[in-house]
């Protein structure tokens, strides 16, 4: 009679185990029907002109205007949702919210380099997912003012405008938006745009990163020079901290140019970072806002730092040789992303302004967007997922 009591108790505990683990397949279908419905909230709630990039704790968006770096995250998530899901409604919505940015190429509308990241997310998914080339001359030109940020002294495309503090900042960031420059190359056959990319790509190994791999956020060049003026923070804790979306640049930055250019060194670079990373990553996968904060684990996660890694970490064990770290980053992504599908981190339906997910970063430093929704957390969540089931 024990016995039998004791195996009951054994099956129900296996039992209970096996339906605890949803599969992958079951929770992206679960993330993009809610993504659809998140997609039409924001939809609604994004003005004329601008888009809305968060949402505060009062309940209130955060407008940003089309020149904003993020312009281009809502376009892409509802080229990704629509994608995914065939829904008509989000296509028409994805395809308003990319036209808004028809006029950024124009000279003079873009004073970062930010276009990469703005034009590549939503023109370059329109091209992707449609096949319709109307969208194609955009992401060309937009490649090519992104080339007049670039000087062969230094090496590298100019992030932001010379200030006070720096002459020529590049930020780790600035690797995102050479995706675009190869897509142009791809697009109109025209080398240059690559080249521009591996000159910034290798300038940036050579002095962004330290011993460990973890990477400075600003490294600010002379003009006339290209000597190094300063190695510095302006989103992270502090000069020498690693700031966590800054490390998710990197790897995504270095796996993307591996993809785009086949040059070792790229995946040396980010099979590095990822280790990175893999040795710093708190137990469920997301990290908090700088590696280095003091205060953890009483201070803030970043969503969208956990996302992106999530995904560059898919598409990096596509590449690397090393099998035992292959199954690590996907075992990270995987973690990753079944956390940012928990309650804790993945909106109810209606809620939390239309974005997907909670608790992101954007610029604690300056006290700005601390725990909030982020549209690029969305984006690069689902980016993640969708690659992940790819596999
Ligand atoms: N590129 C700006 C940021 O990551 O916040």
Not at 126 to 142: E, H, K, N, P
Not at 289 to 306: E, H, K, Q, V, Y
Not at 336 to 359: C, M, V, W
């Amino acid at each position: 009679m024990r016995k039998v009591a004791l195996l009951a108790a054994a099956a129900a505990v296996i039992m209970s185990c096996t339906e605890k683990q949803e599969s992958l397949d079951a929770l992206a279908s679960r993330v993009f029907s809610t993504a659809v419905d998140q997609c039409k909230v924001l939809g609604a709630a994004t003005p004329d002109d601008g888009i809305a990039n968060s949402y505060d704790h009062l309940g209130k968006h955060k407008k940003s205007d089309i020149t904003d770096w993020v312009s281009g995250f809502f376009p892409g998530t509802c080229w990704l949702v629509y994608e995914h899901t065939g829904n008509e409604e989000i296509k028409a919505l994805a395809e308003k919210t990319t036209l808004k940015l028809a006029s950024l190429p124009e000279p003079g509308m873009v004073t970062h380099h930010d276009i990469g990241f703005m034009v590549n997310c939503s023109y370059g998914n329109a091209l992707r997912v449609t096949g319709d080339q109307s969208y194609r001359q955009t992401i060309i030109d937009a490649a090519g003012k992104l080339c007049e940020r670039f000087s062969p002294t230094v090496g590298c495309i100019m992030s932001w405008n010379p200030n006070a503090k720096w002459q020529y900042p590049v930020i780790i960031d600035n690797m995102m938006n050479l995706e675009i420059l190869c897509n142009a190359t791809k697009l109109s056959g025209d080398k240059s745009f690559e080249e521009v990319a591996l000159t910034h790509a290798r300038t940036t190994i050579k002095n962004h990163f330290r011993p460990d791999f973890s990477t400075w956020h600003v490294v600010s060049y002379v003009p006339e020079t290209g000597e190094i003026e300063a190695k510095n923070t302006a989103q992270g804790l502090n000069d020498d901290s690693a700031w966590a979306r800054g490390q998710a640049w990197g790897l995504y930055g270095y796996t993307m140019m591996y993809r785009e250019t086949g040059e070792a060194d790229f995946l040396a670079q980010a099979e590095n970072i990822a280790r990175y990373l893999l040795g710093r990553l708190p137990e469920d996968g997301i990290p908090y806002w700088d590696f280095d904060c003091p205060l953890i684990p009483d201070t803030f996660r970043d969503s969208s730092a956990g996302a992106i890694m999530a995904s560059a970490f898919v598409e990096l064990s596509t590449f690397t040789k090393d099998v035992a770290l292959a199954d690590k980053c996907l075992k990270m992504a995987e973690k990753q992303i079944r956390t940012l599908a928990s309650d804790e981190y993945l909106a109810a339906p209606g809620k939390n302004g239309g974005f997907l997910l909670r608790h992101g970063v954007g610029h604690l430093p300056a006290n700005s967007q601390i725990d909030v929704p982020l549209s690029y957390g969305d984006y690069y969540f689902l980016e993640a997922i969708s690659r992940y089931i790819a596999l």
